[in-house]
Nanobody, 126 residues
């Protein structure tokens, strides 16, 4: 069974930075596409960023391009989300997601991911 555990959330002032981590158990991490999603109060869960097996393909939602960076360390079974220039509208619970893929791709749709973490709260004050 694959488990995903997020960490790194917290309270930060606007303009600040946080780095989220997602540790993945199991031997299948190298075949997993990984993604970050977020859900703000009263809103639907939305895609934030995704990364392919090797990290050669990344993709971001428009609102975080140039501010967030997704990366992965396959030796450590960990995926990261570096978040810079944070804005109050980035406040949400952030979820890590992963899913085995038959080829090196990324997905922006939540239903394409099999495994999810419990979420970590990110709060950006103005």
């Amino acid at each position: 069974q694959v488990q995903l555990v997020e960490s790194g959330g917290g309270l930060v002032q606007a303009g600040g930075s946080l780095r989220l981590s997602c540790a993945v158990s199991g031997r299948t991490f190298r075949s997993y596409a990984m993604g970050w999603f977020r859900q703000a109060p009263g809103k639907e869960r939305e895609f934030v960023a995704a990364i392919s097996w090797s990290g050669s393909i990344t993709y971001y939602t428009n609102s975080v391009k140039g501010r967030f960076t997704i990366s992965r360390d396959n030796a450590e079974n960990t995926v990261y989300l570096q978040m810079n220039s944070l804005k109050p509208e980035d406040t949400a619970v952030y979820y890590c997601a992963g899913g085995p893929m038959s080829r090196e791709v990324i997905h922006t749709t939540a239903r394409m991911y099999d495994d999810w973490g419990q979420g970590t709260q990110v709060t950006v004050s103005s």
